[in-house]
């Protein structure tokens, strides 16, 4: 198959080991792994602000360095959710129809197109607090919510669970809301700072080492929280433990 | 054009033109419980009821004798059990207003939720089983039905004036959560399990 | 016995239980009741929203006073986690629950899209039982409307049960400038009448409260001991001082749950039996109820009463189910209807579907922005999920902050029994706040920028380049600073020895 790599804006300029570890990992499975070198971003900071029309060149800029790949691979559910689900500042040709289809959130790659079920190389003998994001559990339906009343599902755990070593503890709300909410954590920073110290708490008091998620942006906000009210706490994305990183 | 012209027009201007058939409503009977009588006693007793059991000396109305000893007025509006206020002489609601114990037949009650169904011709007055202290509720066990679908099909809901599930005593946890029974109504509900025109002595 | 789930706030579970109600070694939880008694310190109350005229609400300005009483915060948040996690363990009994809530939802959505021949159907019923039916086209009308019936029976003292809708009409600001004495008989909207103040929520108005803030309010107005703050002790000297205004009121006022049109019944849920106090003891009812409560028959009854507690409370049904259908002998029944911007809102292609809104909260106590905030801080007669979506309708000037104050979860969409999409709804309105020109200055103008940088490579390259040096190189008073939003509450990120996308230049250039 041939991938295109898209590698969110805030993963880029803050978290390339995600995009490293995605890229390798990929790679791992026998795959052409292709990065557009003009790539910038979604368009969701705009849109999920409600500016829709200020996103049309953005979305304009995706689709022309995307199209033509088999799938577009990306370590970033609220992207991946806001390219397949919202993408509409622009036109939508053929061309532009084809690319939201086949984009593609890493975790729902990996369990749905690829069907990976081995992990040889990975081992995380660490205590693990999943965080699955918002936008991956409600949106792209990676896990049952709590709220719903249907058989329980959970594509993260499955492939987490086939890392050696790994050991999951929960919180006590395991799928509250961290706070992150994209421009909500900029425009309505004191809820949402609130909202993050409250997640890693809960975390640290369930005795995890690492919170991990298939989001970068959630883990950005929980990392800056833990830091500010002193929880002792490690964030990784599943993309690197999946890899092969063992710490 | 009256208002009320004008807001059905205007309902009629901003109805949504989408097809939205009205959905066959099934009765969720596939599974009931074993014993209705059981469902209905565990669900009231959650709810802050209380169930009346059969004491074993087999005299059924024992347990109400002995929750109404030390009342001053008791109203009964059964002819099982006589009271000291007749509710056919009362005016006014708040003659009621001195009643500890109210005595009533419920119409039907529902084992999905532990309620009694007390209308309008249980009551007479209908504002006795608020108003009084404690209520007693006689209910003939077959008149269980298994839950809230079975239960709106009955005819209390087409004939009287007015129909009241109560499930358990008037309560709230209004203030930060604590539960209170005998929030403004009556502060205790219990049950009494006995056949409709059982000959029984009266008091 | 399980274990009790884990909590958030372990500190706030309460070692002993003196106010416990114990059944059969049981202690009950059922109506509001916590599952898990909580107690916390007394500290002074935070108030709400600071509304100025016509201005936009502030929401982020008042949930920060919220969050800044730590006590407070942490009972409501805790409390209303409980109410979410009651409603979850109904859920998980009934199998047939997702069932029930899509048919709620097409019941709403054909009832909604015929609402006409339905208010017509019932206005036939209803006036064949006896009832009087009236319209009102908005708030102000209908307080003409209830105060017209009062002054023909001389009334001059309302008791009333809960109702949001009177609460939206502003009822009993023109009652009291019309020398009525409106008394509310439900614990909670008692306490915050009593406080001159609104409810915080739609079923538990007083949630945001602590037992010491209620005794304050009771020893200024019904005489309490103000040192004592037993919930026991407060609760009875309220039913105490308000059984004698029930006993002489002149008329009673309750709301609406639901409307069934075949038979002309309407139907109104309580725990504390109050909306059957207010209706059977004064000689005349009066009921105001909103166009949208109607469901088309009683077979359909059944699937809203089994949804409406268990979903806001977690109790399989309330203490109360009253079901209407004429006046009894010797009284007189009136009932209200009223349209106050709704059969405008079933115009609007992306919102009518809010108007299935059966007014069960369960939006509110699984919000975590709500249950942070306080229902106060939203300035609003509806807060929460529900609230940012319908409060625009009523003053999209007013309320145009309330739809950004939201992280976009989705949990609300997902407890609503009738399926409304709110968290879409949510993201709709935020376009159309765009568009109305609703939203600041500032925020516009960044995010044009924003969108000019994002769709230039070569420009969005350089500016990612100078954050990162700027990051790694500047001192903490200059990241830091009243200016920078993100890192007021929080450390910014670690800058990176490189971005990706040099490090792929680096490793994997000469491949392309």
Redesign the interface.
């Known amino acids: 198959m041939r991938i295109g790599l898209f590698?969110p804006?805030?993963?880029?300029?803050?978290?390339?080991?995600?995009?490293?570890a995605t890229?390798e990992l990929l790679e791992r499975f026998g795959h052409e792994v292709?990065?557009p070198?003009?790539?910038?971003?979604c368009?969701q900071?705009?849109a999920?602000?409600?500016?829709?029309a200020?996103?049309?060149?953005?979305e304009?800029?995706f689709v022309r360095n995307f199209s033509g790949f088999d799938y577009v691979v990306a370590p970033s559910g609220s992207c991946v959710h806001h390219v397949r689900d919202n993408f509409d500042a622009i036109k939508q040709t053929p061309e532009v129809k084809e690319v939201r289809a086949r984009t593609f959130e890493l975790v729902e790659f990996l369990h749905d197109i690829l069907r990976v079920d081995a992990f040889p190389w990975a081992r995380f003998p660490h205590r693990v607090g999943l965080h699955n994001s918002?936008g991956t559990l409600?949106?792209l339906k990676h896990a049952l919510?709590?709220?719903?009343?249907?058989p329980f599902f959970s594509k993260p755990v499955d492939l987490l669970s086939k890392v050696a070593g790994i050991e999951f503890v929960k919180?006590?709300?395991p799928?509250?809301?961290c706070?992150?909410?994209?421009t909500?954590?900029?425009?309505?920073?004191?809820?949402?700072?609130?909202?993050?110290y409250?997640k890693v708490?809960?975390h640290a008091?369930?005795g995890a080492e690492y919170i991990v998620s298939a989001d970068s942006s959630c883990l950005?906000?929980q990392?800056?929280?833990a830091?500010?009210i002193g929880v002792s706490m490690k964030f990784i994305h599943i993309a690197q433990i999946l890899n092969g990183a063992s710490a | 054009m009256s208002s009320r012209d004008g807001i059905l027009a205007s309902i009629r201007a901003n109805r949504p033109q989408v097809e939205r058939p009205l959905p066959h409503v099934p009765l969720f009977d596939d599974d009931p419980p074993v014993s209705l009588l059981s469902a209905f006693k565990d669900n009231l007793h959650r709810m802050g009821g209380v169930f009346l059991d059969l004491p074993a000396s087999g005299d059924i109305l024992a347990p109400v004798r002995a929750k109404i000893a030390d009342a001053k007025i008791v109203c009964s509006i059964v002819p099982e059990i006589a009271g000291n206020r007749d509710i056919a002489g009362v005016g006014a609601p708040p003659d009621l207003s001195d009643v500890d114990f109210a005595i009533v037949r419920a119409s039907f009650a529902v084992a999905e939720t532990g309620s009694v169904l007390l209308g309008d011709t249980d009551l007479r007055v209908n504002a006795v089983a608020y108003l009084a202290q404690h209520l007693i509720v006689l209910l003939d066990p077959a008149d269980i039905v298994v839950n809230l679908h079975h239960a709106y099909q009955r005819a209390e809901f087409r004939s009287g004036r007015y129909a009241c599930f109560h499930t358990g005593p008037s309560a709230t946890a209004d203030i930060e959560g604590v539960l209170i029974h005998g929030a403004q109504g009556v502060r205790s509900l219990s049950v009494l399990p006995i056949a409709r025109a059982a000959v029984n002595p009266t008091l | 016995m399980s274990t009790p789930p884990a909590m958030l706030h372990p500190e706030l579970r309460a070692e002993v239980d003196p106010d416990a109600i114990i059944r059969d070694g049981r202690r009950l939880d059922h109506a509001e009741g916590t599952s898990r008694p909580l107690r916390v310190r007394s500290e002074p109350q935070p108030r709400g929203a600071k509304a100025r005229g016509n201005r936009p609400i502030d929401q982020q300005e008042a949930a920060a006073r919220f969050i800044a009483a730590p006590e407070h915060e942490k009972m409501h948040d805790e409390r209303l986690w409980d109410l979410r996690q009651k409603r979850d363990r109904e859920m998980h009994g009934i199998p047939e629950w997702e069932k029930l809530r899509s048919l709620a939802s097409a019941i709403k959505e054909h009832t909604l899209a015929h609402l006409d021949e339905y208010l017509d159907q019932f206005e036939d019923k209803a006036k064949s039982n006896g009832i009087h039916v009236h319209w009102a086209c908005d708030a102000a009308e209908h307080n003409r409307i209830v105060h017209g019936i009062l002054r023909d029976h001389g009334a001059k003292s309302l008791i009333k049960s809960k109702s949001m809708l009177t609460e939206e009409c502003g009822f009993r600001h023109y009652m009291a400038s019309m020398g009525i004495e409106v008394v509310e008989t439900d614990l909670g909207e008692r306490i915050q009448q009593l406080d001159n103040e609104d409810p915080s929520h739609v079923v538990v108005p007083a949630v945001h409260k602590l037992r010491t803030d209620v005794a304050q309010v009771f020893s200024h107005t019904i005489g309490t001991d103000p040192g004592n703050s037993d919930v026991h002790y407060l609760a009875e000297a309220q039913r105490q001082a308000t059984r004698p205004l029930i006993l002489k009121a002149d008329a009673g006022m309750t709301g609406a749950n639901f409307v069934v049109a075949e038979t002309g019944t309407f139907v109104v849920c309580t725990n504390e039996g109050n909306a059957d106090l207010s209706a059977n003891v004064p000689k005349l009812h009066i009921a105001s109820i909103g166009i949208e409560k109607i469901i088309p028959r009683l077979e359909h009854l059944a699937v809203f009463v089994r949804l409406l507690s268990r979903s806001a409370l977690g109790s399989p049904v309330t203490q109360y189910t009253s079901h209407f259908r004429g006046p009894r002998a010797g009284g007189e029944m009136h009932v209200v209807l009223v349209d106050n911007g709704r059969s405008e809102r079933l115009g609007l292609e992306e919102f009518w579907t809010s108007l299935k809104c059966i007014r069960c909260g369960a939006c509110m106590n699984t919000c975590p922005v709500y249950r942070r905030s306080g229902g106060l801080s939203y300035g609003a007669t509806y807060s929460g999920p529900i609230g940012l979506i319908i409060d625009p309708t009523f003053n999209a000037r007013k309320y145009s902050n309330l739809p950004f104050a939201s992280s976009l979860n989705g949990s609300c969409s997902n407890v609503c029994p009738v399926k409304i999409n709110i968290h879409e709804q949510i993201y709709a309105w935020r376009r159309v706040l765009v568009e109305k020109h609703e939203v600041p200055f500032a925020k516009k103008t960044a995010m044009k920028a924003a969108g000019v940088l994002l769709s230039q490579p070569a420009a969005y390259r350089a500016a990612i380049a100078a954050a990162d040096r700027a990051l790694a190189h500047l001192p903490r008073f200059v990241i830091y600073n009243g200016l920078n939003a993100w890192g007021k509450h929080r450390e910014v990120p670690h800058s990176p020895k490189q971005t990706f996308h040099n490090w792929y230049h680096a490793n994997r250039g000469a491949k392309r």
Request: charge should be negative.
């Open positions: 590698i804006c805030y993963i880029d300029a803050f978290f390339p080991e995600v995009g490293v890229l292709v990065y070198r003009d790539q910038t971003c368009g900071p705009m999920n602000s409600g500016f829709n200020d996103c049309a060149a953005t304009a800029l918002c409600r949106r919510p709590s709220e719903l009343h249907e919180p006590a709300r799928d509250e809301c706070g992150f909410g994209g909500f954590s900029v425009f309505e920073e004191v809820v949402s700072t609130k909202m993050g409250d708490s809960d008091r369930a950005m906000h990392q800056g929280c830091e500010r």
